[in-house]
């Protein structure tokens, strides 16, 4: 392959990966064609893309970007997968395809410049909240002690409404109330 086309293609993975801190690499070998198309119909419905790269190309592409940590894994045949809300959501699809799909290896993933390495590393990613359920915990937790508060606050008034009620349900009733001593 002549320089010019490695230097294009380079520039292509920059273009296409721009912005993409995050990415899971695979291996498609060995999946056979009709697993394979099925695999990316249906991750391309969830913003998943998938992108067969040239493992020495993808290295000196990704040196000054945050995938540079996939790096060391870039051996044999290779496959990115990105895209999604997070590569957390792309990590959880893929270990789904995994156990259904024969022959797909996952290689590992890189978020934030930590890499999981192999299955182990990507079921672990997988495992992550993504950014929406850790901001909702976050609100929950800051919300809890406010929450807490309101409720210590309005106890004593639900108390005295309660014995209220009870004492008015007797009155209609004709009930004597008894005297508290």
Known sequence: MSKPVKNWMMRDYQELLEGQDSALLISVRGI??????????ELAKKEISVTVIRNNLA????????????SPLLEGPSALAYGAESVVDV??????????VENLELKGAVLDGVLFEGEAGVKRLSDFPTRE???????SVVLAPAQNLVGAATAPAKNI???LKTIEE???KGEAIAKVS
């Open 133 to 139: 359920e850790a901001q909702a915990k976050v609100v």
């Open 32 to 41: 056979s064609a009709n697993d394979n198309n099925r695999l990316r119909k």
């Open 170 to 172: 007797r009155l209609e």
């Open 161 to 163: 409404a309660g014995i």
């Open 91 to 100: 990590a959880r699809e893929l270990v789904k395809w995994a156990k259904d």
């Open 59 to 70: 290295k000196h592409a990704f040196s000054e970007s945050p995938l540079s940590g996939l």
